[in-house]
């Protein structure tokens, strides 16, 4: 049997057609002239998906052949964005691709635009996972990104009457072309029941005797490196009912008993949770997360690596980095894998185990920090809870060796904490075990070793590094910026999309009056690219020459969308009360994207408010062709890729100390947008890249921030000195943006006054005069674009290729 090679289809305009009716006609069974648009895009879809077939094929022979070292990215998230335009950008197909459609008489820019993305996650930490696969197969390096097929993706947001509501993401319903599932490969998970000890020899053993499992089954997604052949994989894990589970029942003769637990195991990966902070306790979020690692750990093992393989040499043939603590419970399974299943002696196990894992910390509040329940885990996984058990006891030994009579020190190292509640604390888990641990900005990385985990860090001084935060300059640069990439591509060449500190040779086009001329023009075709979609996708009517400010991220009270917001009021009060003379006024167009945790009752507020102040402002005439306010329902990767390149001013003005790095941030420098931000996460970085001239800094530092807090912080005063703060905030609780209703905004109100946990107050007199700087910068259009093109120059650092290098550097070959 003659075993021919797989071959992608001819990258010809024919032979793409070719391949696209024989798609609709014999693959889904449709004439092209009784086909819907969905049925175009999904011919579509798969027609490039069979372009990249034969590479991805071909990626996995080669590594089974040099077997290198790999990379097991575990991540609960996943926020892909859309496909086809990254696919076709890959393979470099998008011009036949557009061609071959117009031969059949469609429009490639129609058929995209069918495409729902795959919302697999709540926002920073899922996009960032996407950019660092991206990077990876670009950068011909191999990883499997391992996660959760969740049917339901993060919630699509509308507004009713200006207060969120949340409805299904139902991404899955119109067909889903990019996910291969792979039956065969699936794996069995087990949960519950009890541990019990035998007699195996000499030796006394424990086993797990679990009451229920399920059975995962994956879905594989391409990953496609950027015009370098290289496919990798991403392994999503969908939940199912294992026969052997229903057919008892059904033998039983209960058949509604048997749907019943069906559903309960399809429960499992039923839907992603939209809370990034602050995590509840819920077992169905631990089933989750022991879910999707314990498939992952098998299949890296049994299918992955070859027959045969020798477990020993597991740390040489992968790191398992964890994205945050969400995987973490990977560590006591591959811990039971070794010991119980294996039967390896314990030290021997912990030896090859914590030379497996490397852990990222996303966070610095410490709400956010996982926490969970001893009773849940012993219920759940009870034999895992032993072993962490173990893995602390022996910990807390080595710590009592090393500082005898200091037990004040093993207490607050200790992996388990009997305070508020018994519970374990993943992130102590994941730096003990952890060969490395890391922050996502050079500030977040310090903080974290001073603040988070001061004595891991004393204990352990080399575990600790930094790997700044890095975003895909495919999606965010080439693709969702044609025009500036062009411009870039005609004055460097088309290499800087995959070398990125290229940029930098953009320098000297910042004194270039003609460059200048052309980067304001693609800005304003991006102003227009955008202006049209929110009227065709929102009913939303922007209009004017104005400067263009950004706001767009999860909504957070750190993240102080709050400070924005009164900033407005204030310029709108200073309008309407003519304390301003309004010539003087620049234009401004503002824009918030932000979805809220369901159940974060305050952001909702926060949401509320952001809306009414806007129907307001938007219809005051007073302030007509000055002031606008745009709050696009359900910002998502799709609505970034149309906005963040029509931005003038980006705006980054969390509490110092709160936001890890933001990513958000790098996506508008290095598209020429210019930052208003404190000194927080990657700000800091950006500032000292782009240098002070070219970045409006406000507000206080981290340790001013301390030292205000730990002086006993007063909002009030702020309120009472700055008559400026005190007429917007009087203008809000008058009823002025609620039809005279003064409680309308109470909840919002009381709590800047009163609270004000992240201190909006205390930095709204700097933010103002920050802005007003913002405004004398803008009036000189040529001044701001060789700011904006410096931004551009500067910021190259922030490739997630970068990140990558830093990783590999700092911790996958360390
Ligand atoms: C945990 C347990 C239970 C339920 C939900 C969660 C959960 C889910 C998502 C906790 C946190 C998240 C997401 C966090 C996140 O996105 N953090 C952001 O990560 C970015 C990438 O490093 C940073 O740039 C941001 O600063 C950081 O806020």
Known sequence: LALAPVTAPPATVDGFVKEFLRELNTGQGVALSRSTVNDQYLALARTVRHYLMARWLETTRHQRETKEKAVGYLSAEYLLGRQLGNALLATDLGEIAEKAMAACGLDLVTLRAQEV??????????????????????????????????????????????????????????????????????????????????????????????????????????????????????????????KAFDLAIFNAGDYAEAVRAQTFAENITKVLYPEDSTPQGKELRLQQQYFFVACSIRDFINQVMEPGFDLHDLPERVTFQLNDTHPVIAVPELMRILVDEHKWEWDEAWDVTKRCFAYTCHTLLPEALEVWPVDLLGRLLPR?????????????????????????????????????????????????????VNGVAALHSQLLADKVLPAFSEYWPEKFTNVTNGVTPRRFLRLANPWLSQLITDALGVGWVTDLDRLAELEPYAQDEDFRKAFREAKQTNKERLYALLRARDGIELSGDHLLDVMVKRLHEYKRQTLKILHIVSLYEQIIHERVDPTTITPRTVVFGAKAAPGYRLAKEIIYLINKVGETVNTDPRVAGRLQIAFPANYNVTLA????????????ISLAGMEASGTGNMKFALNGALTIGTDDGANVEIRQLVGDDNFFGFGMTEPEVAALGASGYQPGSYYESNPQLKAAIDLIASGAFSGGDRNAFEPVVSNLLYHDRFMALADFASYVDAQAAVEAAYADQEAWSKMAILNVARTGFFSSDRSMRDYLSRIWRA
Not at 163 to 173: A, C, I, K, N, Y
Not at 212 to 225: F, I, K
Not at 641 to 652: C, G, N, R, Y
Request: aromatic share 12%; charged share 20%; glycine share 10%.
């Open 641 to 652: 890729e149309k906005l963040i390149p029509a931005a003038d001013l980006s705006e980054q």
């Open 384 to 436: 895992h809870l032993e072993i962490i058990y173990q893995i602390n006891d022996a910990f807390l030994a080595e710590v009592r060796e090393r500082f005898p009579n200091d037990e004040l020190r093993a207490r607050s190292m200790s992996i388990v904490t009997d305070y508020p509640d018994r519970s374990v604390r993943m992130a102590y888990l994941a730096t003990v075990a952890g060969m490395k």
């Open 117 to 242: 993305e795959p919302g697999l996650g709540n926002g920073g930490l899922g996009r960032l996972a996407a950019c660092f696969v991206d990077s990876l197969a670009t950068m011909s390096i191999p990883c499997i990104g391992y996660g959760i097929r969740y049917e339901y993706g993060i919630f699509k947001q509308t507004f009713v009457d200006g207060r969120q509501v949340e409805q299904p993401d139902t991404w899955l319903s119109l067909g889903e072309p990019w996910g291969f599932p792979h039956p065969e490969a699936a794996v069995q998970v087990d949960f519950g029941g009890y541990t019990e000890t035998y007699r195996d020899g000499d030796v006394e053993r424990t086993r797990w005797v679990p009451s229920w499992n399920v059975l995962g089954l994956p879905y594989n997604y391409m990953v496609p490196g950027y015009q370098n052949g290289r496919v990798n994989t991403l392994r999503l894990w969908s939940a199912q009912a294992t």
